[in-house]
């Protein structure tokens, strides 16, 4: 049992810890990167995390649902921390990132894969990183030598050509929404989902000019505004199925969204597996357990489940 135990908040973070004698456990929730998705609440196998629905603005806007950790039931395993599309959720053990569902591989780390090729780029683009919905993307040009030009109005046409460019990317806060890869006009992003899913809005069913899951949706051009019908819409091609609209609409029925697939490092785990089944659906689960041949979880999860998969 630990020695003592904190729970400290403000508007922009939550920080709880565990102080033990020669241990120190804190988990940190930066909620300038949190969107209030669904993801952390439904992987926490302590049921720790619970999502607060927020009171509209004063100008009528939804805002995104607010992130609580309970301090009685976090064990900080860190399994929140993994999964967070955002990077939003940070666990340490005496202030190094150790995960131990990591260190025992009991559990696997999500796939961000983000390839660039800067051989394309341009000297004088920077399309990538305007595009980028969350600010992830700097462009920066390097002498020969690794000097950063700071402007290139202040150089000649002949020095350009010499420069190298840079595209940096925070990869652990990218949710591969690919906003990038579309509106590069080179080529020079390739960006695979880490979650693939289907969402489907029900428009019929929305209330009159709610806007909710608009208001709140991260990813720029994830959701848009029919002209034809002035009804919102989901353009799977930018959509992450981090569940951040789901959690926020007025009407269950008018919004379904469900993950099918996670990228995610090779795992046998029977903690993966449960996680899985809460984040994923059912049939998915399956295909993934009879893809790894592991017959022993399978029949497990179809027990829990209460039907079988042929």
């Known amino acids: ?40 609440s439904l992987a926490c196998p302590k049921e720790a995390i619970k999502l607060e629905k927020q009171p509209k603005t004063p100008e009528g806007k939804a805002q995104r649902a607010k992130v609580d950790i309970s301090l009685e039931k976090c064990n900080f395993c860190g399994i929140c921390d993994i999964l967070c599309p955002y990077g939003a959720i940070k666990v340490t053990l005496n202030g190094e990132h150790a ?57 000649t046409k002949k020095e350009r050509k010499k420069l190298k460019v840079n595209v940096n990317v925070k990869k652990e806060q990218c949710p591969c929404c690919r906003v990038c890869e579309f ?55 930018f959509c992450v199925y981090c569940g951040a609209c789901k959690v926020v609409c007025p009407v ?29 659906s059912p049939l998915e689960i399956t295909k993934e357990l009879k893809a790894k041949g592991s017959q022993k979880a399978l029949g497990s999860v179809e027990k829990r489940l209460g039907w079988k998969v042929t």
């Not at 800067?118 to 980028?132: I, L, R, S």
Request: net charge neutral.
């Open 99 to 155: 995960l131990n569902v990591i260190e025992k591989e009991s559990f696997p780390q999500l796939i961000r894969d983000i390839q660039v090729d800067t051989t394309k780029c341009p000297v004088n683009c920077v399309e990538c990183e305007k595009a980028c919905p969350l600010n992830l993307i700097k462009v920066t040009w390097l002498t020969q030598d690794g000097k950063i030009v700071e402007d290139l109005s202040a150089i």
């Open 252 to 280: 269950a029925e008018a919004l379904e969204l469900k993950r099918t697939k996670i990228m995610h490092t090779p795992v046998r785990s029977g903690a993966w597996n449960k996680a899985l089944e809460r984040l994923a």
């Open 1 to 40: 049992m630990p020695l003592k135990t904190l729970k400290k908040e403000d508007a922009e973070t939550l920080t709880l810890e565990w102080i033990l004698h020669v241990k120190n456990y804190r988990l940190t929730l930066d909620r300038k990167l949190c969107v209030g998705c669904e993801i952390c």
């Open 183 to 237: 509106k590069c006009p080179e080529g020079v992003l390739h960006v695979r989902k880490t979650f693939y899913g289907k969402i489907r809005i029900y428009p019929e069913k929305c209330p009159e000019d709610c806007r909710d899951c608009l208001d709140v949706c991260p990813i720029t051009g994830a959701l848009y505004i029919s002209e034809a019908d002035n009804k919102v819409y989901a353009n799977e091609t």
